[in-house]
């Protein structure tokens, strides 16, 4: 069973772009694909490369990966997917699962659950015209988890590829414990291949979801990623040996690299800290560790900090 899982890279906004992905895909093993972090709709926009860096196909080489729509417009989605597809893309994904409240409170990402007829509307204008394949990434609801429930049965006369949903409301941002229950109930109201989200942090976490839901084959982790870079590949039973030094390599590597792409030391380790947000936990005592670097106001102190980390 585990030999035949599929695991997707989630999105993680500020930490998971192309030049991440890449040297992730290059030190651990693992995923078979990833979700980029979605584009930000934007009014007349021709979408020039620059704009569209993080999918330029030359950036992306190693990893495959989907991009992630995040616009209500239907127009400004059918253009924008066409000039994805110009890059390449055979299918894109649609973002109606992000709790955040400067997204929500627009009636975007989990914020459109609670309006479904605006959901039908939207899939009835695009998926006629659009160019390529779709899918979407949602939750539970935003205020109520029978808002995907009822919404789930309306979608299965759409040509979706699949829905991930991560069982959560959108309100709870990432707040309580994953609803498993209620994702069952989503998982057999649903014709669409369905792909967990949410929480997948250990590999013993991991096979307890493989036994509750055995229908599932696509498994989608981000911060437990984040947490323990390594967790993929111990899911997928990959050898796996000089963890630290691995890691280290790896930090190197971005550093150098985010350092070389970003304006200013603030920039760069502002950077760098997101990442460290979630990677403490991999060093402990998590709390120092992160405590730490949050300090680092400078580029040789946060050198010398990352160093004495991993000698520990």
Known sequence: MTEQAKLILAPIRGITDCFFRTLFQQYFPGFDSSLAPFINPQRHSSFQPKQLKDLLPEHNRLMPVVPQLLHTNAEDFLFLASRLHELGYKEVNWNLG???PMVTKKHRGSGLLPFPEQIIAFLDHVLPRLPMAMSIKTRLGYEDKNELLTLLPRLDSYPL???IIH???GRQLYRGKTDREAFGICLAASEHSIVYNGDITTVSEFRELQEQFPKISKWMIGRGALANPFLAGEIKKSDISEKHH???SFHNELYTCYRELLSGQAHLLGRMKQ???YLSAF???EKKTWKKI????TEEKYQQVVADIFKT
């Open 283 to 285: 060093l402990p005592p």
């Open 275 to 277: 990442l460290w947000i």
């Open 98 to 100: 992000c709790p955040a």
């Open 246 to 248: 691995t890691l280290l």
């Open 294 to 297: 949050k300090k680092c106001r």
């Open 167 to 169: 069982p959560r409301l």
């Open 161 to 163: 590829t699949e829905i």
